[in-house]
C-alpha cells in the first residue's frame, strides 16, 4: 500500500502516532525543537520515537528561532533532515545546508504574497505549507491556494477532512497535505479518529 499523495504529519509527541504514521507510508515526521513550545520533543524522547520507526523522514519545526539556534538546536537531532520554520528569513539562511525546507504560512500571507517571490522561493526548494487558524476554507481561499500552488509547492494544512481530501487535491493542485498528531490517552493507547479516516482515504494500491 501506499498513500496518492505527499504527507506530512506535524507536532508529533508520542510513538504511537509515529508508528501508525509509518506504517501508513506518510512521507514525513514533524517535531517541535523550540524549548518553548507546548509540543516541545527533547532529544531524549525524539530518539525514544524515532528509533521504532523506517521508511520515511523526520522534520524540525521551528517558530521564532533564528536560523544560527536552529542549527546549534539541531545537533542534538543528527537525524532530523528537514526544516520548517514559520519565518522565511531563517529559511532563507540556511539554504545550501544540506536540509529540505518547509515555510509556515497564514492564508493571510498567502493571499499577499508576490508570485515572483513565490517563484524564487521555489526555486530554491522550499516547499510551502500553508495553514489558517480557521478551520473551513472559503471560495477566496482556494483560490489564492490554487494561484500559489500553480507557481509553488504547496501542502495544505487547513480545512481537510476525509470526505474532501481527494477533491481538494485535484482542485487546487496542491503537492499534498498536513495533518497533525494528537495526544495519547494513556501510553500505547491513541484515539487516532480523523487523521486515521484521512489517511486511509488516501490509500491506494500499488
Sequence with gaps: MALSTFVKISGITNLSDARYCSGMYV???????????????????????????????????????????????????????????????????????????????????????????????????IIFHVTSIHEELTDEDKKAIKILSENCRVILGVGITSENVLDLITELGIYGITLAGGKEIKPGLKDFDELADILETLEEDE
Excluded: C
Excluded at 525543537?33 to 507546548?38: I, M
Excluded at 542549527?71 to 537525524?79: A, G, M, Q, R, V
Excluded at 528569513?89 to 525546507?101: A, Q, S, T, W
Design 27 to 125: 512521507d514525513l515526521l514533524g517535531f517541535s525543537l523550540e524549548q518553548e513550545s507546548e509540543k516541545f520533543i527533547n532529544p531524549t524522547q525524539y530518539n525514544e520515537i524515532t528509533g521504532w520507526v523506517s521508511g520515511l523522514e523526520f522534520v524540525g519545526e521551528f517558530q521564532s528561532y533564528e536560523s544560527d539556534k536552529v542549527l546549534h538546536t539541531l545537533e542534538n537531532y543528527p537525524t532530523i533532515k528537514w526544516v520548517e520554520h514559520d519565518r522565511i528569513d531563517p529559511l532563507v539562511d540556511l539554504e545550501g545546508k544540506g536540509f529540505g525546507l518547509i515555510y509556515k504560512m497564514d492564508l493571510e500571507d498567502v493571499r499577499h504574497i508576490e508570485l515572483e517571490v513565490a517563484e524564487k522561493l521555489n526555486a530554491s526548494g
